[in-house]
């Protein structure tokens, strides 16, 4: 079974400083991992995406991840934030191998991006 | 752009109703899911399906039953609602089995009264 740590339910930053959101993941298999957006009174959507390769992944609207599989870790970055990033933030995991392609997700990070 | 439906924003309903959820896709996905979202508790699954007229159980399918009669469409099911089951309720698609991007509804918030 695989389970994911948010580290940090809250994250409040100022307008134009840099974050990084902590995910760690705990897995007996190798994993796909997934950063997903939820703004306010919306769905979920995909911010980025780590399959294989390169260990740093870029996505949509700046954000990046690193891929630390010694730290079993996905922390995610942006160097600097806006207003409408205010929103939570989900890390997930699914298995890479075998049949079971179902997501585990995270508890979330608000966070919240003030001026 | 993927348009995954969820058929109601708001829903009330009283305990011991039989509640519907309805979820619809419009880009052929294979796969649908639900999940019911608590705050601190993240997503959990409920039921998923790989294909028409197959479902299988996610994490918590305990009090929920799904249809899925036609590929567009999956319909979470509340036999007898109780209110511990007052909650966000997520539907999700995505174009095959694998790490494909799920792509989200923008959710239904149902309260049992």
């Known amino acids: 079974a695989q389970s994911v740590t948010q580290l940090d339910s809250q994250v409040p930053v100022f307008e134009e400083a840099p974050v990084e959101l902590r995910c760690n993941y705990s897995?007996?298999?190798?994993?796909?991992l997934f950063w997903y957006v939820q703004y306010p009174n919306q769905g979920l959507q995909l911010l980025l995406k780590y399959l294989s390769g390169s260990t740093l992944v870029k996505g949509i609207n700046g954000f990046e991840a690193e891929f630390n599989k010694s730290q079993t870790s996905f922390h995610l970055r942006k160097p600097s934030v806006h207003i409408s990033d205010t929103a939570e933030y989900f890390c997930a995991v699914m298995p890479s191998g075998g049949s079971n392609y179902k997501l585990t997700f995270g508890k979330g990070t608000l966070l919240t991006v003030n001026p | 752009d993927v348009k995954v439906t969820q058929s109601s924003r708001y829903l009330v309903k009283r305990t011991g109703e039989k509640v519907f959820l309805e979820c619809v896709q419009d880009?052929?996905?294979?796969?649908m899911f639900w999940y019911r979202q608590d705050p601190g508790l993240g997503l959990r699954l409920i039921y998923f399906?790989?294909?028409?007229?197959?479902?299988e159980k996610g994490d918590i399918p305990e009090g929920y039953s799904v249809s899925r009669e036609k590929k567009e469409r999956f319909s979470l099911i509340l036999e007898s609602a109780s209110t511990n089951q007052t909650s966000m309720y997520l539907c999700?698609?995505?174009?095959?089995?694998?790490?494909?991007?799920?792509?989200f509804g923008d959710g239904t918030r149902l309260s049992i009264l």
């Open positions: 880009m052929d996905h294979e796969n």
């Open positions: 897995s007996s298999v190798s994993v796909y």
């Open positions: 399906s790989y294909d028409v007229k197959m479902k």
């Open positions: 999700a698609s995505s174009l095959f089995r694998g790490p494909a991007p799920q792509h």
